[in-house]
């Protein structure tokens, strides 16, 4: 699920407490959370809606003027669901990506955790964090060819990379976290 600028900070405010989506299946569930720009939006319940139930008020709840301007915005297919929010946390990768100073649990952990993940080829992942350590704010296609994989399987792959603290993204292409940065280092130290 997307959300604009404009509504993440109508969410931030308390302005915007609802949202509307013509799915063919939900991709939020309720009491999990949405990782966006300003943290992680909670999601309260999720619920098929008939269209002739939209009032105004519930329209100004997700950040339109009437109920005509939020029925105009929708896709014209799919089930008709009205997602609630329940509020902002940090997203944690925050912090961690700021956390340079690797403890010797840090470093096993992300040991253990490429090893785990490279059993079917080893230095993997290891060589994207190189990739992007030496080509910050290069776009994906060209970052994944140059380790000879599809686009698709690259961005995943980073995503793990995110996960973790290591990487960031940015408008064009990735950059290395302080952790990342720190990480790398510890690969090069341990020649991995």
């Known amino acids: 699920m997307l959300l604009k600028q404009a509504t ?3 969410i931030r405010r308390g302005d915007i407490t609802l949202a509307f989506r013509r799915w063919q299946k939900p991709t939020v569930k309720a009491g999990t959370g949405l990782r966006t720009a300003i943290g992680v939006v909670r999601i309260g319940a999720v619920e098929h809606v008939d269209e002739a139930t939209i009032s105004d008020g519930h329209a100004r709840a997700a950040g339109y003027a009437d109920r005509a301007a939020l029925i105009d ?6 089930t008709l669901y009205r997602i609630a929010f329940d509020g902002i946390e ?12 690797l403890s010797d649990a840090d470093w096993h952990a992300l040991a253990a955790r490429f090893a785990k993940w490279d059993s079917t080829l080893p230095g993997y992942f290891p060589s994207i964090l190189r990739l992007i350590g030496q080509c910050p704010e290069v776009a994906a296609a060209t970052l ?9 399987k690259f961005k995943q792959d980073v995503r ?3 996960e973790l603290g ?23 130290e341990h020649r991995l």
């Open 160 to 162: 793990k990379l995110k």
């Open 166 to 188: 290591l990487t960031e993204s940015l408008d064009i292409g990735y950059r290395l976290s302080p952790r990342g940065a720190a990480t790398l280092e510890k690969l090069r």
């Open 73 to 78: 915005d929708l896709r014209a297919d799919g």
């Open 144 to 152: 994944a060819e140059r380790l000879g994989v599809e686009k698709l």
């Open 8 to 10: 993440l900070e109508g």
């Open 90 to 101: 940090p997203d944690n990768r925050l912090a961690l990506r700021k956390a340079a100073d």
